[in-house]
């Protein structure tokens, strides 16, 4: 890869990719660094990426990042601490939809909250995906449906509630 393919790369991936971070990682500082971090081990392995891979290795590479960086602020809350936490509060008035369903998407797993981001906020197709995160296109539809399955299971039992 030249320096002209890998600043193409840059102005053609960035900012797909910093959405894909921001929104697993719900922190646009955190997912700044990831982005930056990808371009930089892009940059560092230019001569083992082959030109047409470049955007599955930086998803991949960014994707790998972001669990990463998950587990490790796992080990200051847990997963199951933040489900309680959703299924315990009522909706009222003040709580948007959106925050609502943004919330249940955080506690997704990392795999099914990838995927459901790529699909259904990037748009990718289920092989663009599964080249991404080195799954199969089939393994894709599985973990979206149980992700959106879950998602809907959990907004069912909120609003039993209320």
Not at 25 to 54: C, G, H, M, P, Y
Not at 120 to 126: A, I, K, R, S
């Amino acid at each position: 890869m030249t320096s002209a393919e890998y600043n193409f790369s840059i102005d053609q991936h960035s900012d797909a990719l910093y959405r894909f971070a921001v929104h697993f990682l719900k922190d646009s500082e955190d997912a700044r660094d990831i982005v930056q971090d990808t371009f930089e081990k892009l940059w560092l392995n230019k001569d083992k990426v082959e030109k047409e891979k470049v955007k599955s290795w930086l998803f991949t590479c960014a994707h790998n990042a972001m669990l990463n960086q998950v587990s490790r602020k796992k080990r200051q809350q847990t997963h199951l601490d933040s489900c309680a936490d959703i299924r315990s509060q009522a909706p009222d008035n003040s709580y948007e939809s959106k925050q609502v369903i943004d919330q249940l998407v955080s506690t997704l797993p990392p795999i099914q909250k990838s995927i459901l981001l790529l699909r259904d906020l990037e748009g990718y197709t289920y092989e663009e995906i599964g080249a991404m995160l080195s799954i199969p296109s089939s393994q894709v539809k599985v973990y979206l449906f149980r992700a959106r399955l879950k998602i809907k299971k959990q907004l069912k039992g909120i609003f039993e509630l209320a």
